[in-house]
């Protein structure tokens, strides 16, 4: 094959895994936007072309309003889109006027009901810890920043020349799974919601206990597993996890809960379990691991395991000399830590570095999550973060699908990045077939993930 055919090739197989994506695990997308309430009063577009329009932005990665726009009067492109979404794309102002307008609690529910989806169709199922509980990390990011404070509810902070800045803050609450997946299960803005005078600024911590409670209206009867850094190991968050019925695994720091580690640190020898691992690496390398356990632990009326691993990477098995600096991690947990799952404690704790991956990549992969989407209008931005939300939902099963895993296999420098530039090439450069488009979408079949 050419260089020009493979670069057609991989543009046409993102394009049409994402057809296949749709329709395999979203199938009732459009039904459910047609659902929304109307705000508006003038309707050149159906409400659904609008909202897939603002979420397709950020499918393909565009970056901004502008760049998308600029595609949009591409006539081909714009062909394209039609044939394979089988609606109009509107323009971003249209797209914008909308989301201005629009409930933010229209697009937070059509987030949630996606979720429900995909975990009533078992998709995240294998991914569980222990096969019974599924990882929800929590964690904050900046969204903007502003030199005024435009909304009313925006946070701030004065540096000590005297000048403030102003900003925006999201605690995201993410399903995560061992194959450095995130989904987003539920948003809560950091912001100061009265007008004027306040005695605290609003806060993660805060913010914490407005989120969990809608996370347990929204997913009652799910069995949870709360992946944490060292923020919350306080009682504070032991008690909410207790009352709302989850466990929980939070990162140990040396600055945290003085009395735990003093408590551990008197323990005799004979009361730490100790034991290792060893685990081979692809590059014939091997990963040594050595861990220390303990149950019992007594804090304010809460129970916790502690668990700690000192991890070294060695080049043959029974040396002692590691070739690769040591890390240590430590964890503590409402599970009772046994010779079954002391290691699960420890690499799911770690696996709380999967929503800090995903604000990473949503803020320089081609999201561009820091971009202000909506300078004047505070509704807009928060609808614009969901549409976000929802186009990194689909992205993820797209990337991780095995059906493009050849074509990392064929090329060990391809990356994510180059697949979607490959695919705007693709819309833009050539004639989507619709038949066969159509034929390959709806063939019946599952999404195998890597």
């Known amino acids: 094959m050419s260089k020009c055919g493979f670069h057609f090739s991989i543009g046409k197989q993102v394009c049409f895994q994402i057809g296949k994506v749709l329709q395999c695990h979203f199938p009732d997308l459009e039904q459910r936007i047609l659902e929304f309430s109307d705000p508006r009063k003038r309707k050149e577009y159906q409400i659904s072309e609008l909202v897939l329009g603002g979420i397709m932005m950020f499918v393909f990665k565009e970056g901004s309003r502008n760049a998308f726009d600029l595609d949009r009067k591409d006539a081909l492109f714009r062909k394209n889109y039609e044939r394979t979404f089988k609606m109009q794309l509107p323009s ?42 599924f990882m929800v990390s929590v ?48 948003t809560e803005w950091i912001r100061n919601e009265s007008q004027g005078e306040y005695d605290k600024q609003d806060c993660e911590t805060k913010a914490f206990k407005r989120l969990a409670a809608r996370i347990k209206q929204e997913f009652p009867r799910l069995p949870i597993i709360i992946v944490v850094d060292a923020l919350y190991a306080n009682e504070p968050f032991f008690k909410i996890c207790r009352e709302h019925g989850w466990v929980f695994i939070v990162t140990f720091k040396d600055g945290n809960l003085p009395s735990v580690h003093q408590e551990i640190a008197l323990l005799p020898q004979s009361a730490k379990k100790q034991t290792e691992r060893i685990i081979p690496q692809k590059n014939g390398s091997f990963k040594k691991q050595y861990y220390t356990y303990v149950n019992g632990i007594d804090y304010k009326g809460f129970t916790l395991s502690y668990v700690k691993c000192i991890e070294q990477i060695q080049t043959r098995q029974f040396d002692d000399d590691p070739d690769e600096e040591i890390k240590t991690f430590v964890h503590l947990s409402s599970l009772v830590a046994d010779i079954d799952n002391y290691w699960h404690i420890s690499y799911s704790g770690r696996l709380r570095w999967a929503i800090e991956n995903s604000f990473d990549y949503l803020k320089n992969h081609g999201y561009n999550m820091k971009h202000k ?49 490959r695919l705007l090439s693709f819309v833009l450069e050539n004639c989507v077939d619709p038949i066969e488009y159509d034929q390959l979408v709806r063939k019946r079949g599952q999404i195998r993930l890597v």
């Open 92 to 133: 971003c102002d249209a797209i914008d006027d909308l989301l201005r307008a629009l409930k933010t609690e229209e697009l937070e529910q059509l987030k949630n009901h996606i979720i429900h989806s995909l975990i009533q169709k078992k998709v995240f199922h294998k991914f569980r810890f222990k096969s019974k509980y």
């Open 139 to 186: 964690d904050g990011t900046g969204i903007a920043s502003y030199s005024h404070d435009y909304c009313g509810e925006c946070t701030s902070k004065t540096s000590k020349n005297g000048k403030t800045t102003y900003y925006h803050h999201v605690l995201e609450a993410k399903l995560i799974t061992t194959n450095d997946m995130a989904f987003s299960i539920g």
């Open 373 to 421: 989407y909506s300078r004047v209008s505070f509704v807009a931005l928060r609808n614009y973060y969901q549409c976000m939300m929802i186009a990194h939902m689909i992205n993820q099963f797209v990337e991780k699908s095995c059906d493009l895993k050849h074509i990392f296999e064929n090329d060990t420098k391809m990356t994510i990045q180059y697949l979607w530039k």
